[in-house]
């Protein structure tokens, strides 16, 4: 089956960076769009970046563009997610999701941002 395990998270300053990782298992890796986004508490799920199966095309969310990065290896099977100048507002659990947004997904790893 499906699964994705998110990495990276910790705790980080306002300015500074993190970079997640998710590797992906259960599916043919490499012919898969893949996506992050974040969970706030008492907030819905925002989508935040996607990345196409060849990494062609990259899109992000107006709240990250500039910002995050997403890439991927398809030869480790990782999608990962360059986090910079974070903002306290960051602050969210971060989730790896299979294609753009309705796939499965990862339980995520927790990004705390403060100083």
């Known amino acids: 089956q499906v699964q994705l395990v998110e990495s990276g998270g910790g705790l980080a300053q306002p300015g500074g960076s993190l970079r997640l990782s998710c590797a992906a298992s259960g599916f043919t890796f490499s012919r898969s769009a893949m996506s992050w986004g974040r969970q706030a508490p008492g907030k819905g799920f925002e989508w935040l970046s996607g990345?196409?199966?060849?990494?062609?095309?990259?899109y992000y969310a107006a709240s990250v563009k500039g910002r995050f990065t997403i890439s991927r290896d398809n030869a480790k099977n990782t999608v990962y997610l360059q986090m910079n100048s974070l903002k306290p507002e960051d602050t969210a659990l971060y989730i790896c999701?299979?294609?753009w947004g309705a796939g499965a997904r990862g339980q995520g790893t927790q990004v705390t941002v403060s100083s």
């Open positions: 990345i196409y199966a060849d990494s062609s095309n990259t």
């Open positions: 999701v299979k294609g």
